[in-house]
């Protein structure tokens, strides 16, 4: 007898429908499943036999062949145990098999028939509901996290023989009550923009790339508050709007956390600068999310970024560009989202005291070396680069420029406008504007054009440097609340693409 049920695997951080026929025939007991499984699904003959055998079901004495389609798919994970089970199950006729195509059936099997929680819960929930194949089975730990979809009718179960009273048109279980998820970041726990005092122009940096999603770049001496400047930018951000947190949501499920409601604070990535490319960018299988799939919608912070591997760094051109990352292989490809604000910050040299009295005593080959870790393409993906003097790191009695609330609520208010003013491009953030965008939104007088041309006749910017200019003018005029782009606006925007100290200076 044939029967046929339906769940997911996971291809990067897509779910892939798969469907799982089963067909039971006399001849010597075997089971076997063919379709490109894992070794996790094949691992699956045993633990579906206990579980059928320890809920109470009695489990064929036959050849038990199952197939998982399309079988040029691979398959990977264990969540695919309770469709194995069921599909068993109706073949054997302990269930009715017509039952099983309303259903969409995801979670792994323990050998007493307990369901398991499974990763990727709230993608899986999201292809039912896209594809309209009806009620999505799950265990319980998982029932919030699929709820988080508009109009899916979600059955929890906590057991094998819970799933085939649910196949059976009976209720499904209670889906246990879980705490409240914890939802401060540990970047921004107790952190507050007004810790920060003196340095005001590299605040008013950090402020205007929180407020149109800029790459910002932080460099100078030891002690001068880059770092810890850069851990209050999740403090300044606006929440996760709905469409936001969904996805943030998803990629923490795929990245194996199960969660209990919407994420609500943005994503803070810090990786040490040991990482590899692979950890950065991802792989083409399951699972291997990278730095910047996992900052997506959030900030990913790369300190002491001239200690990274010039690979890695490189890595990071397309998707400060696209905004995702193609990860392409011989027998697999994926593509994973990278929307994120990147923040780095960095010594102007190796010894780190380029520019401070005499104190540098780095070589000419050093510097060279240094200059060579930060390529000029990547460069010119940052936004905004601003330069930490030691003076301004000792003025700690001044007043701060900003609370944190406060500039939250400049921060938040910009966005808006942008928001507003983007709503029907397809973009939110001026970051995220192409030229023809620019084209149609930005307008500069006589003045402002003549600053700008002036800027690129001196070589002081590619073309793409000067749309980077016009997009962060843009939002320090939002900042400003001011409809045009002015010459001050344009001005500080120029400031702000000029030498960081970077490539290294030498005391005058």
Request: hydrophobic share 45%; charged share 25%.
């Amino acid at each position: 007898m044939l029967a046929r049920a339906h769940t997911f695997t996971i291809d990067g951080v897509q779910p892939r429908l798969v469907a799982v026929e089963v067909d039971i025939r006399a001849g010597l007991p075997a089971f076997t499943i063919v379709g490109l499984a894992d070794a996790a699904v094949r691992e699956a003959r045993e633990r579906v036999r206990s579980a059928i055998l320890n809920s109470g079901y009695e489990f064929p004495a036959k050849r038990i062949t199952a197939s998982l389609a399309p079988g040029d798919v691979p398959k990977a994970g264990a969540a695919m145990d309770l469709a194995l089970a069921c599909a068993v199950l109706a073949a054997a006729g302990q269930l009715p098999h017509e039952r099983l195509d309303g259903h969409v059936l995801f979670g792994e099997l323990a050998l007493d028939g307990e369901v398991r929680a499974c990763c990727g819960t709230l993608a899986v929930a999201q292809a039912t509901r896209q594809g309209g194949l009806g009620k999505l089975v799950v265990a319980g730990a998982c029932a919030r996290e699929a709820r988080l979809v508009d109009d899916l009718e979600v059955a929890p179960v906590g057991r094998l023989s819970s799933a085939v009273r649910v196949l059976c048109g009976g209720e499904p279980d209670a889906a246990p009550a879980s705490a409240r998820a914890h939802r401060t970041s540990r970047a921004s726990a107790g952190l507050d923009l007004s810790d920060v005092r003196g340095q005001h122009h590299a605040v008013r940096a950090l402020v205007t790339a929180a407020a149109g999603g800029h790459n910002c770049l932080l460099s100078g001496p030891p002690g001068t508050g880059k770092t810890m400047l850069a851990q209050r930018i999740v403090s300044i951000l606006p929440p996760l709007s709905r469409a936001e947190a969904i996805e943030v949501t998803r990629i923490r499920g795929v990245a194996g956390s199960i969660a209990g409601e919407l994420v609500s604070q943005r994503p803070w990535r810090a990786p040490h600068h040991s990482l590899t490319t692979a950890g950065l960018i991802g792989g083409a299988h399951r699972g291997s999310l990278g730095e910047v799939a996992l900052a997506h919608n959030g900030v990913l912070f790369l300190d002491e970024l001239s200690e990274f591997a010039r690979p890695v760094l490189e890595a990071l051109r397309q998707p400060l560009e696209d905004g995702r990352v193609a990860i392409v292989r011989a027998r697999h490809s994926t593509i994973y989202p990278s929307r994120f604000v990147l923040l780095a910050a960095t010594n102007p040299c190796p010894c780190g005291y380029a520019g401070v009295g005499e104190r540098c005593d780095c070589s000419e080959a050093e510097l060279a070396r240094h200059r060579r870790r930060l390529s000029g393409p990547l460069l010119d993906r940052i936004d905004l680069l601003a330069h930490l003097d030691p003076d301004g790191a000792r003025d700690l009695d001044s007043p701060p420029l900003f609370s944190s609330s406060r500039a939250r609520e400049l921060v938040t208010a910009a966005r808006e406008r942008q928001a507003a003013r983007l709503r029907d491009e397809g973009a939110a953030l001026n970051a995220h504007m192409n030229a023809a965008m620019l084209r149609r939104h930005i307008r500069l007088d006589e003045r402002g054009e003549a600053l700008l041309r002036a800027a690129g006749e001196r070589g002081m910017l590619s073309a793409r440097g000067q749309h980077r200019v016009l997009r962060v003018a843009r939002t320090i005029a939002d900042l400003n609340d001011s409809a045009r782009i002015r010459v001050s606006d344009l001005g500080s925007a120029l400031a702000l693409r000029g030498d960081a100290g970077v490539a290294g200076r030498r005391a005058a």
